[in-house]
T-cell receptor
């Protein structure tokens, strides 16, 4: 079945460091891919998405490129801030509004 | 805009009692609402999809008689955990899909349930 695998956390970085959170997927069809972020005490928020191969989603300095050949959608940011500390979820949907999530990766950024 | 609220944010109950969790879309109408369950260090697992005015569609392995879902209006869905047991303790999250907005879900902050 369809699934999402993302790297376990926590990921601990110093401010201004480069961030990569890996995400790979398995899907029977052609999925749309998403990154959601959950800040402490808040609900999940859509961070970015890509709907077809080679699309790049971007928002708030974060980027992820839909790589069909490697079935990946890795999240990157060139310079993280303390305020980026949160849990990041990779997710997919295939022809429906139903989302399939990865396990989430906690990011901790220290000054 | 696009705020989804859940009430209560946390609840502790005795084994055998029933607990109702509300999910509201505050500033938009939601054709579809989703209920998820999240265990520690695990992903969100979709429990059911509810459409306003119709019966919920449950995912495989989710007991529909235990997890009662009512979507009586375009802004409110409720999840009732009936005869709760300690194994039902979890974090329950709802999301709402606005009318006409495909692949868009706005999430509530979640409800933590602890069954003693």
């Amino acid at each position: 079945g369809d699934s999402v695998t993302q790297m376990e956390g926590p990921v601990t970085l110093s401010e201004e460091a480069f961030l990569t959170i890996n995400c790979t997927y398995t899907a029977t069809g052609y999925p749309s891919l998403f990154w959601y972020v959950q800040y402490p005490g808040e609900g999940l928020q859509l961070l970015l998405k890509a709907t077809k191969a080679d699309d790049k989603g971007s928002n708030k300095g974060f980027e992820a490129t839909y790589r069909k050949e490697t079935t990946s959608f890795h999240l990157e940011k060139g310079s993280v801030q303390v305020s980026d500390s949160a849990v990041y979820f990779c997710a997919l949907s295939v022809n429906t509004d139903k989302l399939i999530f990865g396990t989430g990766t906690r990011l901790q950024v220290f000054p | 805009g696009a705020v989804v609220s859940q009430h209560p944010s946390w609840v502790i109950c005795k084994s055998g009692t029933s607990v109702k969790i509300e999910c509201r879309s505050l500033d938009f109408q939601a054709t579809t609402m989703f209920w998820y369950r999240q265990f520690p260090k695990q992903s969100l697992m979709l429990m059911a999809t509810s459409n306003e005015g119709s019966k919920a569609t449950y995912e495989q392995g989710v007991e529909k008689d235990k997890f009662l879902i009512n979507h009586a209006s375009l802004t409110l869905s409720t999840l009732t955990v009936t005869s709760a047991h300690p194994e039902d303790s979890s974090f329950y999250i709802c999301s709402a899909n606005p009318q006409g907005a495909k692949e868009t879900q706005y999430f509530g902050p979640g409800t933590r349930l602890l069954v003693l």
